[in-house]
């Protein structure tokens, strides 16, 4: 227990660390969004800030000149992005996923025409780094997001081109260039939080190098109902628990328990699965009383959380009694929270009422 309490300092700054390319991501896809459009491109726009960020920086000696020409290749992908979805109309699910595909592969074929090493661009010396300021910029773009959300123009427009685009067409918005400079907007956000992986946490850009972290992103704007503060909170959430599983992964003692706590949850979303289904039912012909289904999904709680540590407690009797739980069960854990958040509350989020539709001028 003592070596978990000096971990807690660490544990703080870790966690701020890791929630900062998550936060400046999901915080893009939020003006996306909420004009609209869907953005699974958050994966592909980090990759491009990332590699561009770091090429730059290496060349130049300057961070700063990086990080402008990251947010440059950012917005650039962005507006590629926006033109399929928004002049073409194109599925904007697929379009975002092409975007994806494209930049885990672009990045390593240019990085192997110019360094001749397609798995990752030469080392930046650390007076080029830059460790903390992207930190501060992520977490003071929240109040900034949510002042320019609820008390501009522009975010009154933006707003309103998401819930209902015709009324705001017909109140003088143009919807088209709203939606573009949302998606323009999430492309600058999400290239610097691909900046500050390559030129902050790392000193160079590795193929791949964000992991699944533009997934997560989209999954904390889900959680945080497509709201700067809730979705600082999600993102926050997600930040800790990965950074648990890297401070952890050499206490035994803990690393169970964590696994065991994980579980536990999936087990909780389930529950609330039950109480949903138990609401469902209650607005057909055969009504519920609210307690009995809430009672319901508490006792299945319950059962399948003993059931769950029982089973637990089997397995590692026989199973990793002597080499303990492997590290890979715990470095898994923020994916599965991932699916599990996104499984468990996307039916409970709100999404702004025009997200996905393409929008078509009357003529």
């Known amino acids: 227990m003592s070596d978990f309490i000096t971990l807690l300092p660490i544990l703080f700054f870790t966690t701020l660390r890791l929630t900062t390319p998550l936060l400046l991501a999901a915080l893009g896809g939020l003006f996306s969004e909420r004009a609209g459009v869907i953005n699974i491109a958050l994966e592909g726009l980090m990759l491009s800030g990332a590699f561009t960020s770091a090429v730059v920086t290496w060349k130049t000696g300057n961070p700063w000149i990086g990080v402008l020409c990251g947010i440059g290749a950012g917005v650039a992908v962005a507006w ?5 979805t928004i002049k073409f109309k194109a599925d904007q699910v697929v379009s975002g996923t092409a975007i994806n595909i494209l930049m885990i592969g672009l990045p390593g074929f240019l990085s192997g025409a110019l360094f001749l090493s397609s798995g990752s661009t030469p080392s930046i010396p650390e007076q080029a780094q830059m460790p903390y300021f992207p930190i501060i910029f992520a977490f003071v773009m929240v109040p900034v997001t949510w002042y320019v959300l609820y008390k501009t123009p522009f975010g009154l427009r933006l ?11 017909a109140a003088g918005v143009s919807v088209y260039r709203i939606r573009y400079t949302g998606v323009m907007i999430s492309g600058a956000l999400a290239a610097v939080g691909g900046a500050y992986l390559s030129i902050g946490q790392a000193s160079l850009f590795t193929r791949n190098m964000t992991a699944g972290r533009g997934f997560i992103a989209l999954a904390a704007l889900i959680f945080g109902k497509w709201r700067p503060v809730q979705t600082m909170l999600a993102c926050l959430f997600f930040g800790f ?5 890297i401070q952890v992964q050499g ?23 039950v109480i949903q289904l138990g ?5 057909s012909n055969e009504k519920l009383p609210l307690w009995i289904t809430a009672t319901s999904g ?17 397995v590692r009797e026989y199973w990793f009694a002597e080499t303990g739980i492997p590290i890979q069960f715990i470095q898994i854990i923020p994916y599965v929270l991932t699916i599990v958040v996104l499984a468990g509350f996307i039916g409970a989020s709100r999404a702004p009422k025009a997200l996905g539709q393409p929008y078509q001028k009357e003529r």
């Open 80 to 84: 590629v992005y926006a033109i399929f």
């Open 159 to 169: 707003r309103a081109v998401g819930e209902n685009p015709a009324a705001a067409d």
């Open 241 to 245: 628990t990965e950074a648990l599983t």
């Open 251 to 273: 206490i035994q003692f803990i690393r169970w328990k964590l696994f065991t706590a994980i579980l536990i949850i999936i087990v909780a979303v389930i529950a609330l699965f």
């Open 279 to 283: 609401k469902e039912r209650e607005t």
């Open 298 to 314: 508490f006792i299945t709680f319950l059962l399948a959380a003993y059931i769950t540590k029982r089973i637990l407690g089997v």
